[in-house]
């Protein structure tokens, strides 16, 4: 296995710790956050380096990263984790709050992703992992703040698969459901987390993952625990969003069109008179002793009849003229008044 150098933002507590954990036996973690104390702490427990830094804070992301290619020359893995959560009414949501949550969900993982771009770009090839969430794919009440943060990481992965595929530079996206960290409690919000990932789950999916090679790209994934199968990040219920029909809820509504074919007329006579066929859709119009185009078989036309004069009182539309034999005599069929009448102009017969 090729060591990699791995930077992790928000990587000294919650997930990222976990991460940390998980990788650092046989990568060189990286771990960036901007509690200097506690990333002390970790660095040393886990047997990792660090780097302080506060995402939404360009210039000292900036400072960050080129202290880790000083020292490394390299990145090979970036995974952004840093982020916070918020839920509520938008109305009742302190302007500050909304700012720092897009800064850091948002903000945090743009900045981060431009500055190692390049870097990975002038090494021909690395691979970006944004650990979104569930709610960067659906949408949940009084999670307006929060989902909007994640669903622009979400179009910002997406959007950065198709840029950098070309230069041998993945991007995947996690999506992970509720998870056992710390991020509600430090919103003061009691969240049952009986049914959460564990985060050592979420840990070995993000190693699978780094150990792809390098011409292999998992754009997105998902994960939950099992007995919580909602769509979100918690354990309310909320129905998700699918293209599936279930015909049991389907009902046909009085009174909508019918592709039933309509019912034949029966007022038409057995043997029609030799030499007429009736050209309109239903016979019941005609004159008594007219027979239908499919109920007679064409005879070949041999020689054609003489035209026949057209009374005054005949529409102006043409008359069709029609001889089913040699020196027969010939049939004046008067345009049908009926507004489903077929143009005689377009009846040929061969």
Not at 194 to 222: F, K, M, R
Not at 337 to 344: I, K, R, V, Y
Request: hydrophobic content about 35%.
């Amino acid at each position: 296995m090729t060591k990699k150098i791995i930077l992790i933002s928000g990587g000294s507590d919650g997930l990222g710790k976990a991460m940390a954990s998980k990788l650092s036996s046989n990568h060189q973690v990286v771990i960036l956050s901007h509690n200097e104390e506690k990333l002390k702490q970790v660095s040393q427990e886990l047997n990792c380096d660090f780097v302080m830094a506060d995402v939404t804070d360009y210039s000292l992301l900036e400072e960050a990263v080129k202290q880790v290619i000083e020292k490394y020359h390299r990145i090979d893995i970036l995974i952004n984790n840093a982020g916070i959560w918020t839920e509520g009414k938008l109305e009742e949501t302190d302007p500050q709050q909304i700012e720092e949550v897009i800064r850091v969900n948002t903000l945090g993982t743009i900045f981060l992703s431009k500055l190692i771009i390049p870097v990975m770009k002038s090494q021909k090839g690395g691979r970006i992992i944004n650990i979104i969430s569930q709610d960067g794919l659906h949408a949940k009440k009084e999670h307006a703040v929060y989902s909007a943060s994640k669903w622009a990481i979400t179009g910002f992965t997406q959007c950065l698969q198709m840029d950098l595929s070309g230069q041998n530079i993945s991007v995947t996206g996690i999506y992970p459901g509720l998870m056992k960290t710390a991020l509600f409690q430090k919103q003061g919000v009691p969240r049952d987390l009986s049914h959460a990932l564990e985060l050592t789950e979420v840990a070995n999916l993000i190693e699978y993952v780094i150990n792809l090679s390098p011409d292999t790209l998992i754009t997105d994934i998902g994960i939950k625990n099992i007995i919580n199968p909602t769509n979100m990040d918690d354990n309310t219920s909320v129905p998700q969003i699918g293209l599936d029909i279930n015909p049991d809820m389907i009902t046909p509504q009085i009174g909508s069109p019918s592709l039933t074919p309509p019912t034949p007329t029966t007022d038409v006579p057995a043997t029609p008179l030799p030499g007429v066929i009736d050209i309109t859709p239903g016979a019941s119009d005609q004159p008594q002793g007219t027979g239908h185009l499919a109920d007679l078989i064409p005879q070949p036309i041999t020689t054609p009849a003489p035209v026949a004069q057209i009374t005054p009182d005949v529409p102006v539309t043409p008359p069709v003229i029609l001889s089913v034999a040699e020196g027969s005599p010939s049939t004046i069929i008067t345009p049908p008044t009926s507004p489903l009448a077929e143009d005689p102009d377009l009846v040929k017969l061969a």
